[in-house]
């Protein structure tokens, strides 16, 4: 079992910056791969930004050059540093854990971004 607690969420203005923490504990795999989604109201999941243990990233499109994934695998804590936030980002934020073919998510922290 793995237990992901995110934090950083809040509120900022357009243009602003914020960063999202997700420490997991449990049984945690050398191998794995570590991801951020978003869900706005009314809309589906999407993949937001992932990274695997031995650090490759890919982005979705709309935060490409604007949101940055890293992870502390010593801490085993994943990090989304956003900047130059839009309200369209406004959102959700989850954080997920897919090891040995499973997937585990924390509980979600809101995001929200005022023009």
């Known amino acids: 079992q793995v237990q992901l607690v995110e934090s950083g969420g809040g509120m900022v203005q357009a243009g602003g910056s914020l960063r999202l923490s997700c420490a997991a504990s449990?049984?945690?795999?050398?191998?794995?791969?570590m991801g951020w989604y978003r869900q706005a109201p009314g809309k589906q999941r999407e993949l937001v930004a992932a990274i695997t243990s031995f650090g490759s990233t890919n982005y979705a499109d709309s935060v490409k050059g604007r949101f940055t994934i890293s992870r502390d695998n010593a801490k085993n804590t994943v990090y989304l540093q956003m900047y130059n936030l839009k309200p369209e980002d406004t959102a959700v934020y989850y954080c997920k854990a897919s090891q040995n073919s499973i997937d585990y998510w924390g509980q979600g922290t809101q995001v929200t971004v005022s023009s």
């Open positions: 449990g049984t945690i795999f050398r191998r794995n791969v």
